[in-house]
C-alpha cells in the first residue's frame, strides 16, 4: 500500500470510530460531562497552584504572574490534543494482560492507530479550547503584539509539541511489552505529565537537561511558549520544538514497533 | 479470621514484591517529582525568608516528607473496586465469608507497607542526601508522624471506597475517579501548604477530611505545628477516620440491594 493509501485508509478508520464512540457516548450522557469537568478540574488543580503561589511571590525567576499563565494556557492546548488521541491509562491492563492485543494485532491496520482509535477521547479537546481562551487572555493583558504569522507559528509549535508528548507515551506505553506487571507505568504517566510548565530556568542543570534532552517535556510548554513572550523570546528553543517533536514520535514509535514484535500473547 | 485478613496483607506485600518495573519507575517519578518541586519552591521563595508561616527550609523538608508519605498512603483501591463492579467478580466476592470492604483495606495496607520499607525509608536516605533538609531532632516527633501516616492511609483509602463504590450507582466512575485524585492531590496540601491559601479557602479545607491526609502530617514533622497543635492535629484525623465509615457503611448497604452486574 502506498503511503498517501495508508493514511486515507486510516482516516477513514478514524471517522469510524468516531461515529462508534460518539453512539456509545449518548447512551451515557451524564459520563461525558463528568468526564469533561474532571478534565478542567485537573487544569483548574494547576492553575490554582499559580494563582496560590503568585499571592506570595511577585515573580517567579524574572517570570511575572501573567507570564507563567501564558505557558500554562499554550501547554493546555497540545496536551489536550494529545489526551484526546492518546489516553492509554490502562493499556497494560486492557490490552496485555486481558489480551486485547491479540485481537488488535490480527486485523489489518497499524496496531498502534488502531489503539489510539478506540481509545479517542473528544471532550479533552474542551481543555485545549480552555487554553486557548487563557493564552489569549494573559496575550491580552501582556499588551503583547499580534503578528500575520503568530497563527501559523502557533499551529507549528502545537504539531511539534503533540509530537513531543505522542512519542514518550507511545514509547512508554510499549514498556508493558516488555513487562507484566499489572498496572505497568499508568502512575508514571499520571505523575510526569506536570513538567515543563514552569520557566525551565528555576531548574538546576541536571534537571534542565533532562527535560530537554531526555524526556523533553520542556517543549511541550515553556520553549514554544516563549516565541510570543517578548521578554522571554529564546527562538532557537522554540524552532528546536518541531524538530524534537519529529525526532522524540520517530523513536517513540521505533520503541512501540520494537514491543509489538516482543508481544507474545498473555493467554487466556 | 483476623488471621485470614493478615494474610492478605502479606500476599499483597508479596505481589508487589513481584512486580519490579512499577517499583524502579517509581523511584524515578518521585526523585523527580521531589526535584522539580525543590527548585520551583526555591524560586518562589526568591529571597524571602519566610512564606505561608513555612521557612524555606521547612517548605524543602515538607515537599520531600509529603511526597515521601503519599507512597504510603496513595493506593488504587477505587480502581480496583470498580474494576470488580464491571467485570462482576465482586458478586463472587460478596458471597465469600469476608467483608468485602475490609479486606479491599487490608490489600492496600499490604501495598502501603511495601512502599513504606521498600520506598519510603530508602528513599528518604536519598533525598536527605541530594537536598538540605532540616528533619526533626526530637525523637517523639518522628513516632507521632509514622503514627498519623498511618491515619493518612486510613482516611486516604476510605475515600477510595467510597470513589470506588461509585461504580455500584454509575455505570462509568472514570471521571469520578479522576476528579477525587486532582481533588485530593490539591487539597490535601501535598503540592501546597493549607497554610498558603487565602483564609476563606483555608476556612473550607479546615472543614473537609483532605488536609488530614498530608497537610496535618507534614506540618508536624515538619515543625510548623506544635505543642497542643499536634494534639489537636491527631483528633482531627481521628475524628475524621471514623466519621468516614459511616458513609461507607450506607453506601454499601444500598449497594448491595440495587447491585446489578453489568455483561459478566
Redesign the interface.
Known amino acids: 500500500m502506498a503511503v498517501t493509501d495508508k493514511l486515507l485508509f486510516s482516516l477513514s478508520l478514524f471517522r469510524e470510530y468516531l461515529a462508534n464512540y460518539l453512539k456509545t457516548k449518548m447512551t ?1 450522557r ?2 461525558f460531562w ?2 469533561v ?3 478542567l ?2 487544569n483548574a ?1 494547576n492553575l ?2 499559580i494563582f ?2 503568585f ?3 511577585a ?3 524574572d517570570w511575572s504572574e501573567a507570564e507563567v499563565v501564558f505557558v500554562y494556557g499554550y501547554f493546555m492546548i497540545p496536551y489536550g490534543i494529545f489526551s484526546c488521541f492518546f489516553s492509554l491509562w490502562d493499556f497494560s491492563e486492557r490490552y496485555i494482560v486481558k489480551g486485547e492485543m491479540d485481537r488488535v494485532l490480527t486485523r489489518p491496520a497499524g496496531s498502534l492507530i488502531q489503539v489510539m482509535l478506540e481509545n479517542v477521547d473528544p471532550p479533552q479537546l474542551v481543555g485545549s479550547l480552555v487554553g486557548f481562551i487563557i493564552m489569549a487572555s494573559a496575550w491580552a493583558s501582556l499588551g503583547l503584539p499580534v503578528d500575520w504569522y503568530d497563527p501559523l507559528v502557533l499551529i507549528v509549535m502545537v504539531l511539534g509539541s503533540v509530537m513531543v508528548y505522542a512519542g514518550i507515551y507511545a514509547a512508554l506505553s510499549a ?1 508493558s511489552f516488555f ?1 507484566d ?5 499508568t ?2 504517566i ?3 505529565q ?2 515543563g510548565r ?2 525551565i530556568e ?3 542543570r ?2 534542565r537537561f ?1 527535560l530537554t534532552w531526555v524526556l523533553p517535556f520542556a517543549f511541550v510548554g515553556v520553549y514554544p511558549a516563549s516565541f510570543f513572550l517578548e521578554r522571554h523570546q529564546n527562538f532557537a528553543m522554540a524552532w528546536l520544538t518541531p524538530v524534537v517533536g519529529a525526532v522524540v514520535m520517530f523513536v517513540g514509535l521505533r520503541i512501540w514497533n520494537l514491543g509489538v514484535r516482543r508481544y507474545r500473547g498473555a493467554g487466556s | 479470621m483476623a488471621s485470614a485478613y493478615l494474610e492478605f496483607i502479606r500476599i499483597r506485600f508479596l505481589t508487589m514484591l513481584a512486580y519490579r518495573v512499577n517499583y524502579y519507575s517509581g523511584i524515578v517519578v518521585y526523585a523527580l517529582n521531589i526535584g522539580v518541586y525543590y527548585f520551583l519552591w526555591k524560586a518562589i521563595y526568591g529571597d524571602a525568608s519566610q512564606l505561608g508561616g513555612f521557612s524555606a527550609a521547612q517548605i524543602t523538608t515538607y515537599v520531600a516528607v509529603s511526597w515521601m508519605a503519599r507512597s504510603f498512603y496513595f493506593n488504587n483501591l477505587d480502581r480496583e473496586i470498580a474494576n470488580e463492579i464491571r467485570d462482576g467478580s465482586v458478586a463472587v466476592q460478596m458471597v465469600r465469608p469476608y467483608s468485602y470492604l475490609l479486606v479491599k483495606l487490608m490489600q492496600g495496607f499490604g501495598e502501603g507497607l511495601f512502599r513504606l520499607l521498600m520506598f519510603m525509608l530508602p528513599g528518604l536516605v536519598v533525598v536527605m542526601l541530594l537536598f538540605p533538609l532540616s528533619l526533626p531532632a526530637e525523637p517523639w516527633r518522628w513516632l507521632v508522624f509514622f503514627l498519623m501516616i498511618w491515619f493518612s492511609f486510613l482516611i486516604n483509602s476510605q475515600i477510595n471506597l467510597l470513589t470506588g463504590m461509585c461504580a455500584f450507582f454509575l455505570e462509568n466512575n472514570d471521571g469520578v475517579m479522576r476528579f477525587k485524585r486532582v481533588l485530593v492531590d490539591l487539597l490535601s496540601g501535598v503540592v501546597l501548604p493549607i497554610s498558603f491559601f487565602p483564609g476563606w479557602a483555608r476556612t473550607v479545607l479546615e472543614w473537609l477530611p483532605f488536609q488530614a491526609i498530608a497537610y496535618l502530617p507534614g506540618s508536624v514533622f515538619t515543625g510548623t505545628l506544635n505543642g497542643p497543635e499536634i494534639g489537636y492535629a491527631i483528633g482531627v484525623q481521628a475524628v475524621w477516620s471514623v466519621a468516614l465509615i459511616l458513609p461507607i457503611l450506607l453506601m454499601w448497604r444500598v449497594a448491595r440491594r440495587r447491585m446489578f452486574v453489568q455483561g459478566g
Not at chain 1, 506487571?181 to 507505568?185: A, D, R, V
Open positions: 451515557y451524564a459520563d463528568v468526564e469537568l474532571s478534565d478540574m485537573f488543580a490554582i497552584f496560590v503561589v499571592r506570595h511571590t515573580a517567579l525567576g514498556v513487562t506487571s499489572p498496572t505497568g507505568i502512575p508514571l499520571w505523575n510526569i506536570n513538567y514552569y520557566p528555576i531548574y538546576n541536571t534537571i533532562f
